[in-house]
Structure formats: structure tokens, C-alpha cells
């Protein structure tokens, strides 16, 4: 069989302390979703013959956000090439079919890796004649943080050090490394094993294998790749810069598919906000995770959506809110103060002032009149409201569900329906008006008198 594949291990053990969060490192978000679910997606075109990823104790919760890929535990974290020892005996088996040329190993914590990045690194490794390790090298604008990469005269790497082990000399060098390495795999656990301890802070680096890899005679090289891809988040600092990063990429991938972004630094999007030709967003709208936009919708300012679908020719806002579960089908207008939740709103459907619909179905060509309060939970439980076709209902109306309205219906402003109102029927469920002729005056005057 030709070797031809590789397998990915994605190290996410760390510790994170720098974060100082409860969270584990690689659950922090970016555009709305986990870092380490990025690295997942940027491998998924390269097509990975296995992904494994390497967690710390007690941490289903990562288990849960990388799932199907399997992961392994490697605990206590002792270290970058530790932590790629752990995940052998999980590829093991794949590995004995003998179709997997490299072991790529990634970080949880680079979530603006994009999948040509990785593609490139792979390439340089295997070129002829192809070498044990290629390490991904970088400039970034401050290397302080990162290791260093010590080139021989060749241009060839000879070692990498850690910037807490670095001498002045070695920090002055800003050729740093990005952390990610592809490596035969033929060679790459025997190299793991060689690995010791014997630096500032008592771990196993992974880095070490580039000088045990030329002691054995054997080829390294560096790929040098975009220091914005191979960002680390560490800090709070450096995962709003990753944010930064990436919603300017997903701003022009947006505007590149034929989204009008007013003033693009002003919208935020979640890594799978899917918009189409046409759609217009206003200025200040946050996407939340698992929005759709068809063609030529418009998004009005100050408006925030999340797991909703918006069907062509709708317009949602100014400030308005799509919660998940919000359909909205053609031609849909949701104004201003609007709250929608587990809602569809049926073709033409208009809620243009001043509303919550949760939990309900509403026909195409239905008015909601302002302030139409959908009423579906009473402390307990929730319940749902269905509401026909052309129907209307007045302004100030709660719909106390479980409660249908027919196609055709008319709810009178200010009621309070609480039971279903049948096809065609006007409803009318408020107090009925009295007027009481002169009792103004005499009302003020009264007042008047008690006055002290
Ligand atoms: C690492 C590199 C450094 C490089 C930088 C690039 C090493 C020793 N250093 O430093 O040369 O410039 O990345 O971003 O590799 N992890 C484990 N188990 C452990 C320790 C770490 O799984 O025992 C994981 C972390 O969760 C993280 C990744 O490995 O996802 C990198 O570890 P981190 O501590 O962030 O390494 P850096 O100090 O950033
Ligand atoms: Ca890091």
C-alpha cells in the first residue's frame, strides 16, 4: 500500500493557566465556537486518516466538543512531547496498516490555522528527499513568547529553544516556531522516546526532536508559514487579538460571497454564519452561532441572531432578536423590540413593533400587532401557540398558550385569548368599555378635596 495519508494529533492537555479561567483552554471561544473545533475543521478537507486528540483529566467536556474524533488522556500534562507519546497507542492499529506517511502534530490552542497552511507544511516534509521533521517556522511582530528556531549555515534547522531556556543571543533570533510539526512516521515515536526533561520548566518538550533527530543523521527542515495562522492563545489578550483576526476573515469571506457589510468592523460573525448574494447588514448586528441568510435579506442595525434560518426578501430590525429556532420564511418582515424563539414565521408574516413569539407556528400572510405577547410558559413548562394563515391580531394582544388561532381569524386589540379561536372568527376577550358621562370632573374635584 503507498503511503499516502497522515494522522493528526491535536495536543490540548495544557493547563491554560495564563488564561486564569475554570474553563479549559481550548473550550474559549472564537467567532462562536471552541479554538480546538477550528483546528478539527481545518483538518477536515486534508481528509485525515485518524485525528486524536490529547486531553487533560476530567475534561469530558472537550471530549464532548472534539467528538467523533476520539480522545486520549494524558495526565499530569508533562509536556508538549509527552503529550504526543500519549496518543500512540491509540494509532497503533492505523498506523499497521501502512498507508500513513507523517504524524502532524497540532496545537488546540491555534485556532487561526487554515487548512493550505497545513497542507504546505505536509508538502515541505515530504519533498525529495524528504525529511524526518519539518517544524513550521514564523515572524511575528513580537517572538518573545515563542521558541526560536536555530538555523545551520544550510539553512537547515539544528534546534529549537524554548524562550525561557533562550540566551540573549538565541532571543534575538525571529525566526520562531509555530509549534506544529509534520514527522515520518516512521521515525516520529522513536524520536518521542528520546526526548528528556532537562530544562526551566522540567517537561518534555517536542521541540527537543529537531536536535535528537540531527544527532541520529536524520533530515529536518522549516516550512516558513504565516505568523497570523500559528497565533497561540494563551491570554485574554491574545484571544481577543485571535477573535480580531478571524472575524476579519470571515467579514471579507462574507463580503466576497456577495453580502453588502456596511461597516464591516462593526459586525461580528459566528464561524458558520452562512450569508447569500445580496443580503445587506446594517451596521452593529451580532451573529450568535448557526445563522442562515438567504438572498436579499436585509439586517438592520442593532440587530442579534442565533441558531436562526432567514428565508430570501426578509427584512429583521433594527434591533431586533432571533433566538435559535427562528425560522422566517420569504419575504418576512420582524421590526424593532422583536424576540423570536422556536418560532416559524410563515411567507409574507409581518411582527413589526414590540413582540415575543416563542414556541409558536405562524401562517404565511398573518399581521402580529405591537406589543403580541406569546404567553408559553407558566414556571413549569412551555407550550405552544399555532396560528392559521391571514390571520390577524390586534396590538396588545398575550396569547396564553396552549392556544390556536384559525386561518382567517381576527383577535381584537388588548385581548387576552386563552382559548382557540375558531377559522374566520373575530375574537374579542378584554372588558368591555364603559363610559360614565361628567364623572371626570367630579372624580378631579374629589381629588382635589383630599388633597393636604
Ligand atoms: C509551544 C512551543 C513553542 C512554540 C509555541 C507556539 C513547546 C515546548 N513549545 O509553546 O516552541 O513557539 O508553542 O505556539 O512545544 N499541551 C499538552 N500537554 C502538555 C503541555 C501542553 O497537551 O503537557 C498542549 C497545550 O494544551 C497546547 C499545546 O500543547 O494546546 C502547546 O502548549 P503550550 O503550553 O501552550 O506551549 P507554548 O508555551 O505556547
Ligand atoms: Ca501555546
Redesign the pocket.
Known sequence: MSRSRFAAII????E?TRLNSARP??LHEIAGQPMIRHVIDALRPLDPAATIV?IGRDLDSVTHAVAPAPSVV?SP????G??VRVARPALTDRLAQGDIADILVL????PLLRAETIAELLATRRRAPQAAVAIAGMRPADPS???RLVLGDDGAPLR?V?AKDADAEERAIGL????IMALDSRHAFDLMDRIGNNNAKR?F???DIVAIARALGLLCRVAELPAEE?L?V?TRAELAEAEALMQDRLRRRAMEAGATLIAPETVFLAADTRLGRDVVIEPNVVFGPGVTVADNVVIRSFSHLEGAEIAPGATVGPFARLRPGAVLEADVHVGNFVEIKATRLGAGVKASHLSYLGDSDIGAGTNIGAGTITCNYDGFNKFRTIIGERAFIGSNTALVAPVTVGDDAYVATGSVVTSDVPADALAIARARQVDKPGRARELRERLKGNKG
Open positions: 495536543l490540548a492537555a495544557g491554560g483552554k481550548v490529547v494524558q500534562p508533562r509536556g508538549t509527552d503529550a496545537f488546540g490552542d491555534t513568547p515563542y521558541g529549537i524554548e520562531c516556531n509555530g509549534g517537561e518538550y517536542l521541540t500559528l497561540g494563551n
